[in-house]
């Protein structure tokens, strides 16, 4: 079944405490990124990567790091997280071409930074 | 400026009327447009693309108009499973960012 996957899906952990959000899909996309999504600002773009080794900034990476050493994996690292930092985040990859049209969501992982 | 807005609602409908909602963007140069159905915060999931010519799929029709750059969902017929949050999303020309509005919640009552 082609499905991205994430974990975890829920999260309590406190100020400061490094942590990782694993993504991981099976579907050969060259495509993935990471979005936050908080209530009244809709979906936000925070990384998104083209291929291995190949990653950009989206809308929000402040506070954040990514890393694409593999073609199906796109952690979220967060070095320091802060309360600001909580929110649902969710994983996403697609073809190249087909950026848009194409994008398969993980299931979401909801993060409080206490 | 939202490189994407769009009017939050909520759209209250009774089954079976007619609802229709926009979406606004702010980079002209923007070249794909889509609009996305996203249930009670799970992941949002493609609903249809948005072409230049305006398409439709079933009961929904989606519609660009690049001079006064929106683009408009219309749902007939309207269905319980309607109920949902619509998102819409926006590529631009030069990169692969990918820019989501805040999306428009619609109700659609018994």
């Known amino acids: 079944e082609a499905q991205v996957t994430q974990n975890p899906r829920y999260l309590i952990t406190v100020t400061g405490k490094k942590l990782t959000v694993t993504c991981s899909q099976n579907?050969?996309?060259?495509?993935m990124s990471w979005y936050r999504q908080d209530p009244g600002l809709g979906l936000r773009q925070i990384y998104y990567?083209?291929?291995?080794?190949?990653?950009d900034k989206g809308d929000v990476p402040e506070g954040y790091k990514v890393s694409r050493k593999e073609k199906r994996n796109f952690p979220l690292i967060l070095e320091s997280p802060s309360p600001n930092q909580t929110s649902l985040y969710f994983c996403?990859?697609?073809?190249?071409?087909?950026?848009?049209?194409?994008?398969?969501f993980g299931p979401g992982t909801r993060l409080l930074v206490l | 400026r939202k490189e994407v807005e769009q009017d939050p609602g909520p759209f209250n409908v009774p089954e079976g009327a007619t609802v229709a909602f926009n979406c606004t963007y702010s980079?002209?140069?923007?070249?794909?447009f889509f609009w996305y159905r996203q249930d009670c915060r799970k992941e949002p999931k493609l609903l249809m693309s948005?072409?230049?010519s305006g398409n439709e799929d079933g009961r929904f029709t989606a519609q660009l108009n690049r001079a006064s750059q929106y683009i408009s969902l219309l749902i007939r017929d309207s269905k319980l499973s309607d109920s949902a949050t619509y998102l819409c999303?926006?590529?631009?020309?030069?990169?692969?960012?990918?820019?989501f509005g805040a999306g428009t919640t619609v109700t659609v009552r018994a």
């Open positions: 996403a990859s697609s073809s190249l071409i087909k950026t848009g049209e194409t994008q398969y």
């Open positions: 990567s083209m291929n291995v080794e190949v990653t």
């Open positions: 999303v926006v590529i631009g020309s030069n990169d692969y960012k990918l820019s």
């Open positions: 948005v072409y230049s």
């Open positions: 579907m050969n996309h060259e495509y």
């Open positions: 980079n002209s140069a923007s070249q794909s």
